[in-house]
DNA sequence: CTGTTAGCGCGTTCAC
DNA sequence: GTGAACGCGCTAACAG
């Protein structure tokens, strides 16, 4: 903690009152004669005061701290939402203590405990493929938590969330391939069994159901399980094939990242997109619009997300009671996705 | 900072003993008795007890929490560096405490303050566009500090550095397209006045001096100074074409955004990468992978910049003396460069 | 208006 | 081996 810095008590001595007084002082209290305040605070500037949270902290009962944690930073999605934290943090004098958990359920549970043993005002949770055993675990504790992306079921005093309706994205999606004249429409997923990976496929037989068209189980690719180590590129070029080979002409993927797979492995199998085959992805990562072609995507709002969970703790610390939110995903339309071919004359 | 929760006090009461023994009894002080240390343990357990980090670092003058200041934690290649100081960090058991400065000058002031404020035990700095005079503002503090990709002049007790040696990647990069035969060979750069801008575009001069190869001020595009607000991209895309009519076959670009850019102005113009034209990025971040064609780039290893950095600073907090870091970056041949057209049969 | 005192929760002498 | 007392830096209650 660097020597030992100067103290009301040395800024006190040196102008001969008391330590209160000074505290006082630099609080601009209305007790203190406007005279004195000023000679004070003038005095603490030259001797380079800086007040010591620590021990404001252990007055106050409050640290202007909150924990975050997320799956990996390194993660544009994440990175994105944390600056969307961090920017309202910032506005209201609150400082974000950062802990990546790389979906390990072991390290979250840790991060937590950390981050209770440290006092922080509140604890914000974003990881979208954690277990739903988990929030149990933590009931114990009472810290306001908002989860974001996180289904709850006990949503009693310290638990509340913010989530983006995934079904409705899954719907946006299919429906804008329904729109461009598409039947055999496939779905892209991930094996994690997270409940955004359950909404999304919901959303995408909704919008199928809906809409009269036929189902095919063929059209639904999924890999197992325990396949958790390899990521979600791989995931996209390993499962495309198997959806080319049942015939769709359109693919609603899990998301950005494994529709790129998909986009990959079109590359190495000489499809091309989006004449041959109209590719959708989800969460609109900056990535998205950096590939070729650039990826239709139905949008997340990292930022936005971030910024309304840092806005309902903040709330929530100001003892405010408040509603959990789901957010309205949409559509940006680029250009990995086309008529299908059987409208065409060519086709 | 939650309902009041059980100290020490508390947990002595229960047992009869005072809090004395039993913060002893918590920290395995050989001076107690080992029976009632299990007792005293076993009852802490059952209370769920969390001892404070607040009041032991008042006790302690230690936080255990370090500062880090990025520009924006949605850029990706901040994310990596933090998620490699976050790893570290961790295993060290200390906490991480961010800042994004948006690259703002007095947004960077109000972090170290806010930072020194809350008695961080060091700190990370990691802006590679901040200007100099940064250091000097700061020399009043006395916090260990680690300066990433950010060059300082006067570096006594509290300032150290890791950093990129840009220099040696602009030549790397360079003389990659030399061994492909190019001879006109232009840089595409960014106007910010960085020492990393200048390091990437010296070691560009240098790969063609010593191939004795012509240099062109053609050759050379850097947009105006004032330009800040724009982004890498644009930036790319808008310098791309006076390079080409520069008659360039190879572009080093300043980094990976850039010559993404760069990569869309081709497409829009109809010129073929690397046919007619190769590319060479900076900094590797995950995007450059994915384009098409895939970017060939120098590699910045963020992640290991971050584990270095941090483990500096951990270095630094043990009292030892620290040597600055220079890492070498290298390079990483994808897909955006070719043998120049004039060495080919049909050149 | 200002000074004195107490206490936030914990670690650490210094006695017994 | 254990308890009492003090201090970390600050805020707040109580006196004057």
Same sequence: chains 1, 2.
Wanted: proline share 4%; net charge negative.
């Amino acid at each position: 903690m660097s020597k030992r810095k100067i103290s009301i008590e040395d800024i006190a001595r040196q102008a001969g009152v008391s330590h209160s007084t000074v505290s006082r002082a630099l609080r601009d209290s209305p007790l203190i004669s406007s005279k004195v305040r000023e000679e004070i605070k003038k005095l603490a500037q030259e001797m380079n005061y800086v007040p010591n949270a620590i021990a404001q902290s252990l007055q106050n009962q409050r640290t202007y701290t909150v924990g975050v944690i997320v799956t990996s930073i390194a993660d544009p999605f994440f990175g994105e939402l944390v600056q969307g934290i961090e920017e309202v943090a910032k506005l209201a004098g609150l400082n974000v203590l950062l802990n990546a958990s790389h979906g390990d359920f072991e390290q979250e549970i840790a991060a937590i405990e950390n981050f209770h043993y440290r006092r922080v005002d509140g604890i914000l949770v974003a990881d979208s493929r954690v277990s739903k055993q988990y929030t149990k675990q933590l009931t114990q504790f009472t810290v306001p938590t908002v989860l974001i992306n996180i289904e709850t079921e006990d949503q009693g005093e310290t638990f509340h969330s913010v989530a983006i309706d995934d079904r409705l994205g899954g719907t946006l999606a299919v429906e804008h391939l329904i729109e461009l004249g598409h039947s055999a429409i496939g779905y892209l997923g991930v094996g994690d069994g997270s409940k955004a990976a359950q909404q999304r496929l919901e959303g995408y037989r909704m919008a199928l159901t809906q809409a009269g068209l036929p189902q095919n189980h063929n059209w639904v690719a999924i890999p197992e399980q325990d396949n958790q180590t390899i990521n979600d590129i791989d995931i996209g070029k390993k499962m495309l094939p198997q959806l080319i080979d049942a015939g769709v002409t359109g693919i609603f993927c899990y998301n950005d990242m494994v529709a790129v797979g998909a986009l990959l492995a079109c590359k190495e199998l000489n499809i091309s997109v989006p004449q041959d085959l109209s590719l959708v992805g989800f969460d609109n990562i900056a990535l998205s619009s950096y590939v070729t072609p650039p990826l239709t995507t139905v949008s997340q709002r990292m930022v936005e997300m971030g910024n309304a969970a840092m806005n309902m703790l903040l709330e929530l610390l100001e003892g405010k009671t408040v509603e959990n939110l789901l957010l309205s995903p949409f559509l940006v339309k680029r250009s990995s996705t086309n008529p299908s071919c059987v409208l065409l004359p060519w086709g």
